[in-house]
């Protein structure tokens, strides 16, 4: 049974940095891209970026609004995803969602999900 | 960066009717070598993540009940559920992945009259 289980997220200040991690089994980790979807309250969703699986040489891609601020990484010792956030806006609050691409396509399966405040 | 627009925004549909859901991409994502529409739906209810329906703009995902049909090409695209069951109540989105970024749909939110 393929699992993301999702971990981190909280409250943060504007200009802090947070990361969070999903952690996937039930796949072979390695062989996928993975990605990272943000829902701000009570909105709709919004792609944040998307890392390539090692064939690829796990090169990234980003949405303009977290260009230069976020960053994909992936531990494949550890099955593990994460995305590391600075600079932190207050625009960034938002439920955040790790998902697993269908050979790179469509989102088959997705985590759980992990609310990020940032507030003062 | 290809827009996504779903219409209607809300609609309220009583049990055992037909909900019809529009989505309308801002350029084609129909990729002609392969002739597949690059185009998925997803399912979310309140407090969830979204749940795969729909991938290929009409084939449906492994255990998605068969009430629920994709169709559409190019650029205009449907979701249609066949006769609403309470469980259906949902948010429903449509999303692209011809191109990055990927973009969703504003999303249709799914009642009971």
């Known amino acids: 049974e393929v699992q993301l289980v999702q971990s981190g997220g909280g409250l943060v200040q504007p200009g802090g940095s947070l990361r969070l991690s999903c952690a996937a089994s039930?796949?072979?980790?390695?062989?996928?891209?993975m990605d990272w979807v943000r829902q701000a309250p009570g909105k709709g969703l919004e792609w944040v970026g998307r890392i390539r699986n090692k064939a690829n040489s796990y090169t990234t891609e980003y949405a303009a609004s977290v260009k230069g601020r976020f960053s994909i990484s992936r531990d494949e010792s550890k099955n593990t995803l994460y995305l590391q956030m600075t600079s932190l806006k207050t625009e960034d609050t938002a439920v955040y969602y790790c998902?697993?691409?269908?050979?790179?396509?469509?989102?088959?399966?997705w985590g759980q999900g992990t609310l990020v405040t940032v507030s003062s | 960066d290809i827009v996504m627009t779903q219409s209607p925004d809300s609609l309220a549909v009583s049990l055992g009717e037909r909900a019809t859901i529009n989505c309308k991409s801002s350029q084609s994502v129909l990729y002609s070598s392969r002739n597949k529409n690059y185009l998925a739906w997803y399912k979310q209810k309140p407090g969830q993540p979204p749940e795969l329906l729909i991938y290929w703009a009409s084939a449906r995902e492994s255990g998605v009940p068969d009430r629920f049909s994709g169709s559409g090409s190019g650029t205009d695209f449907t979701l249609t559920i066949s006769s609403l069951q309470a469980e259906d109540v949902a948010v429903y989105y449509c999303q692209q992945y011809y191109n990055t970024p990927w973009t969703f749909g504003q999303g249709t939110k799914v009642e009971i009259k």
């Open positions: 998902a697993k691409e269908y050979q790179t396509d469509w989102f088959d399966y």
């Open positions: 039930g796949f072979t980790f390695s062989d996928d891209y």
